[in-house]
């Protein structure tokens, strides 16, 4: 298994990884007569039948043990697959759901990110530590049981850049936050608004009821500072839009970005990290699967979104979050 680079999109593929899951069988790896014995990386409780367990994947897409290897291929840049990938059960019931979860439930979970990230970011080899959740089947799932995963790898994926780039850019001509900008203004037109402590679908949505949960206060990393203060509110906001959106689609992807590491080997700060903390805003990506649409981000890799953002917000708004 190795990464490659592409020197056009500059992706970074991981290559040669074959599927080493056990034969699909009648028990879920997740319950805890599974998982229990796997080496937990977290848990919660510290003692006794757990309610949260962290565990390394059983097929991991990145290793923590090798070498780094970053090397040239010719004009190529390639490097072995080091990183970690782990999951976390978010609950033993294996029936249970995430949008179910009461608000003490989904900030352990939330907790449970928080702990990873920041442990995680301790390795300098790791440029980046992502957080992804795919739920139902038509999301991918790769279990049915609730669960979360995480990866940490030494690149930082393309639109993490992306995103990185344009805020960069932002912050360089206006000096303001373009991720701040936009709560402002959607929180003064309202009509994109989903919830009001702010989750919104975003003006150009890529897929129906898509939507954004963010801090009205600036923070460029989710895992600090102060995290147990805001996570309490964030559970119960994250709770509110799960739950409303069970109500239009069963199958999402949830991501959270936040902030690159920044720890370099050396110990110094890269200079294109320069405006970071100012100009990057941590925030959650919630994309359900609601139309079976082969359109949608196909080889174009453009997006064909049949819903307007200001109409899925207004149907969302209109719903019980507490159903
Ligand atoms: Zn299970
Ligand atoms: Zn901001
Ligand atoms: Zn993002």
Known sequence: MELRRDPITQSWVVLGHHEVLPEPSATCPLCPAQAD????????????????????????????????????????????????????????????????????????????????????????????????????VLAGEEWAHPHSQITATPFVPRRIKYELHASSEWYEEKERCVFCDIVRQEERLGKRIVDVHVAFCPYASRVPFEIWLMWRKHSHRFEQPNPAANMTHLAALLGRTLRRLTQVSGSYHLVLHTAPNTIHPKGELASYWGTLAEDFHWHIEILPVVEQSSKSYSIKEVYYNSVLPEQAAEHLRNLDPNL
């Open 37 to 136: 014995q796997l080496p937990a990386i977290l848990r919660w409780p510290a003692e006794g039948p757990w309610q949260l367990r962290v565990v390394p994947h059983v097929a991991p897409l990145y290793r923590i043990e090798g070498e780094l290897a970053r090397r040239a291929e010719g004009m190529y840049d390639k490097m072995g697959p080091i990183g970690a990938h782990e999951v976390i059960i978010e609950s033993p019931q294996h029936d249970s759901r995430l949008a179910r979860f009461s608000d003490e439930g989904i900030e352990r979970v939330l907790w449970a990110y928080e702990s990873r990230i920041a442990d995680l970011k301790k390795d300098p080899r790791f440029k980046y530590v992502a957080v992804f959740k795919n739920q139902g």
